[in-house]
Structures are given as structure tokens and as C-alpha cells.
């Protein structure tokens, strides 16, 4: 419980629109797109300016209460839910688009600014910002930020991470830094910018950032490539990217997801097949894009493809990428919950996953489905399951466990792009070891030395038993 001098000091700066602790907004700020966890805050805050967040730090580590920083609360790792109680600081008020700078070529913005709003005032100025999480209708970027947000364009142009240039950021004692800024070299000390994208409001709270942008492609063109062997599907991404040729996209889905989506969508996708790649790729010139197409179909071809499909125009093409877009939305119709995971490795042992999961999944007698990034080896296996059976339920978290052993195991990590929040937490030492924990917390005990921000997540009390993990 807060006690009643807090209370009556944060309505005070804030007034009772922006401070709240009644059950609706109590409720409402309980959760976030996590499945099977939710846990009651003491109240919600909606600060609208720097000096806002300031005062609510201050007042929070004066008084030891916990701190959870809220976007949109998208994602999927239990990252924004309060599970130590305390307050949860809702971004969603601080959502201005600053400046868009052509000059230089950045954007600024606050971190409520919802991420699809943000591309299309971008590519109004014939700009492009790449980072696509498949959350960007919802997600806000102060969100992306903090998950470190990945996207179907990764491959070619990277993460949230490769386009922060810039923060501004309030540290748990009020006091306010600013990292990097319109800059695309800067080596000065160490790269506090880097440090906090990915963080998961766990060191600070960011109130304002810069990205880098660049021109907008003038050219996309998109094709479908469908695989009665998985292997073949496998082996077709890694010869692609081993020509030298990158794709903007490059999209896997194995064949309980390509039935699904096919029954929702009716886009013509091929259910008798293993496999399909669903690849885009993007230019300035036609004739280069076109290369790149022709090239890519060639492989595929000689890896044996039993089906290609070009879209012949944007409409097409728009189907086409809604069908993976749409996979994780679909999936949830077929059973009351949906657990979604993320596990990476190299793109050549992506066909060694995807049998891994299945072979899992049958063990476990569990449906598990699996699309992903295949161009950076980042797979969602997604449990189609029912909260309700414990039994079953049981059988899910020792499956995932199994899965997240596989991919190190690959030589792979346990999460590419959702973060580790409470749900990956007790995995968390079999990918970085015991010195790498003591580092990360040595980093966390400098910025928060009194430990209120969104305590709970990256590290688990305690964590899960190791396991003897050969390579």
C-alpha cells in the first residue's frame, strides 16, 4: 500500500485525472499481452512531461515504492505487469512527435507515440524507419525502446536498437541524462544510449528519444515460396543470404501455421505444404530489385520448391504479408489462450529448431506452431493451449523449457526480440552464465541502488536450475 502523505503529494503535482487509484485503473494496469499473469499495482500515473516523471521518481525512491514504466503494454515477456505492486508510470500521455529533421535525417519524439502513427508521418516526408514489430498498430516506440523490438525487416535493416541515436532519460533519483543525440559517431565514454535501449525499464525511464531515419525504398516486390521439405526451405535462406543478397523480408511459416491462416484468410496459401518463405525485397531501382527477385527464385528453385508466387501488384502483395502479420492473431482463435515464444539461431540450423519444436510439442502432446524471421533465425513457436488445464498447462512450461535449451544448445539465445521480463527470467543465466548475471546486476545496482524500478524482471528469484548443455 502507498501510504497516504505519497498519495496526497502525487495528486497534489499531478491532480486526480493523472493519479489514480481506483479499481477500474487498477485493473486495467494489472496486465499486459503476457497470458496467465497479472497482478494488482497500488496506482497508476499518467505523467505528460519530464518534470513530471521527475517528481514521481524522487517521491518513489524517497519512499522505496516500486516503479513499473507502461507503453502500450504489447509485449509478450510479462515485462509491464507490476508484479511487486507500487505504481505504474502510463507513458501513453507523453506521446508527441517533436521534430522530424530532414535535414540531418532523425526524428524526435516522446515515448507514447503509437509506432504506426510514427511510420506514416515518416513516410509522408518520403522517409522510412524500418523497425516493424508485428505489435506496431498497437505498440508505442518508448516501448520498442525498452523490448529492444525486432520486426520482419531486421534483416536487412536491423532493430529498434541499430536506429536510437538519442535519449533523454530520468534516473531513479530525478536526476536527468542525455545520451548521444543527432550524432552518427560518438565515442564519448561508454554508450549509455545502447545501455537503455532493451532495458525494460529497469535502469530508467526514457521521456524523449531521437532516431535515425533514412530514404524511403521507391521499389517492393514480393513472392511466395512454398516447400514440401523443411530442409529445403531452410537451406534455400541460407543460400540466399550466402549470394550476397539481402532481403527486406524473409518470412517462415511451418505447415499447422500455414493451415491455420489459410482458414481465417482464405489468401490461397498452400496447406500441403511443409513450408513456405515469404520473401520482399525492396530498392531504389526496379532493375536491381528485380535482379535480386529473379536470383532468389533461382535458388529457391534449385533447392527444389514445389511452388513460387509472385504478387503482381500491392494488393497482392499487402495479402501476402498480412497472412504472417496476422499469424499470432489468427493462432488465438483456436483455443482460450495463446502462448507465444521467441527463441533464435543461426539461419542455417533453422530446419534443426523447427524439427526440435515438433518433436517437442509431440512429446509434450501439446500443438505448437512456428513462423519467425527465418533471415535472422528468429522462430515463435506458439502454444495453442487452455489456462484453465493446469495439467496441460504444466506440460507447456516444460516444453518451452526443452525449447529454449534446444536453441542454446544450436548455438542460439532464449529470446531475439521479446525481451526476458518475468517469463524468461529464470532461463536467463543459460544464455549469458553466473559472472554475466553479476555484471548485468552490478549495472542495476548503479543505476537504482534502491532497486524500485520494475523490479521482478530480467532477474529470477531464483533461477531456473541450469541445465548440462552440449554444443
Excluded at 81 to 105: F, W, Y
Excluded at 220 to 246: C, H, K, N, P
Excluded at 276 to 287: M, N
Excluded at 408 to 435: C, D, F, M, N, S
Aim: proline share 5%.
Amino acid at each position: 500500500m502507498i501510504l497516504n502523505e505519497v498519495r496526497q503529494e502525487l495528486l497534489r503535482l499531478l491532480g486526480p485525472e493523472r493519479f489514480r487509484d481506483d479499481m477500474e485503473a487498477l485493473i486495467t494496469h494489472s496486465y499486459d499481452a503476457t497470458p496467465m499473469l497479472q497482478t494488482m499495482p497500488d496506482a497508476v500515473v499518467y505523467p505528460e512531461s519530464t518534470q513530471d516523471v521527475q517528481h514521481i521518481l524522487r517521491l518513489a525512491n524517497e519512499h522505496r515504492i516500486p516503479i513499473v514504466p507502461r507503453g502500450a503494454a504489447s509485449n509478450l515477456c510479462g515485462g509491464t505487469v507490476p508484479v511487486s505492486g507500487g505504481i505504474v508510470v502510463a507513458m501513453t500521455r507523453m506521446n508527441k512527435l517533436l521534430e522530424l529533421d530532414t535535414d540531418n535525417l532523425t526524428a524526435t519524439f516522446q515515448p507514447g507515440l503509437n509506432t504506426k502513427q510514427f511510420h506514416r508521418e515518416v513516410e509522408k516526408k518520403g522517409l522510412f524507419y524500418p523497425p516493424d514489430p508485428s505489435s506496431m498498430v498497437i505498440s508505442t516506440l518508448g516501448g520498442n525502446i525498452m523490448e529492444g523490438a525486432g520486426g520482419l525487416r531486421g534483416l536487412k535493416y536491423g532493430t529498434t536498437k541499430d536506429y536510437v541515436i538519442g535519449l533523454e532519460a530520468v534516473l531513479p533519483s530525478g536526476e536527468v541524462i542525455r545520451t548521444g543525440g543527432k550524432l552518427y559517431k560518438d565515442v564519448a565514454g561508454y554508450d549509455l544510449t545502447k545501455l537503455l535501449v532493451g532495458s525494460e525499464g529497469t535502469l530508467a525511464i526514457v521521456t524523449e528519444a531521437t532516431v535515425k531515419l533514412i530514404p524511403a525504398p521507391k521499389v517492393r516486390q514480393t513472392m511466395l515460396v512454398a516447400f514440401e521439405d523443411i530442409y529445403a526451405a531452410a537451406r534455400s535462406v541460407s543460400r540466399i543470404v550466402g549470394a550476397g543478397i539481402i532481403p527486406a523480408t524473409l518470412e517462415f511459416m511451418d505447415q499447422p501455421t500455414i493451415r491455420v491462416v489459410e482458414e481465417y484468410n482464405h489468401i490461397g496459401l498452400p496447406t500441403d505444404m511443409e513450408a513456405v518463405l515469404l520473401i520482399e525485397q525492396d530498392g531504389q531501382e526496379p532493375l536491381g530489385v528485380g535482379k535480386d527477385m529473379d536470383a532468389i527464385a533461382s535458388i529457391c528453385r534449385e533447392e527444389g520448391a514445389a511452388r513460387i508466387d509472385m504478387a503482381r501488384d500491392e494488393h497482392e502483395a499487402e495479402q501476402l504479408m498480412k497472412a504472417r502479420r496476422s499469424a499470432l492473431s489468427t493462432l488465438a482463435r483456436i483455443r482460450p489462450t495463446t502462448i507465444l515464444e521467441d527463441a533464435t539461431v543461426p539461419r542455417s540450423r533453422i530446419a534443426d529448431m523447427v524439427l526440435a519444436i515438433n518433436r517437442i510439442a509431440a512429446q509434450y502432446e501439446l500443438n505448437i506452431c512456428t513462423f519467425g524471421h527465418a533471415g535472422d533465425g528468429n522462430l515463435h513457436p506458439t502454444c495453442t493451449t487452455d489456462a484453465r488445464d493446469t495439467a496441460e498447462i504444466e506440460r507447456v512450461e516444460q516444453a518451452f523449457a526443452d525449447i529454449f535449451e534446444e536453441a542454446i544448445r544450436l548455438g542460439g539465445t532464449i529470446t531475439g526480440e521479446h525481451g526476458v521480463g518475468t517469463v524468461k527470467a529464470p532461463y536467463l543465466e543459460w544464455k549469458v552464465g553466473e559472472a554475466g548475471i553479476a555484471v548485468m546486476k552490478g549495472i542495476k545496482q548503479a543505476f537504482d541502488p534502491n532497486g524500485i524500478m520494475n523490479p521482478g524482471k530480467i532477474f529470477a528469484k531464483p533461477a531456473r536450475k541450469r541445465l548440462v548443455i552440449t554444443r
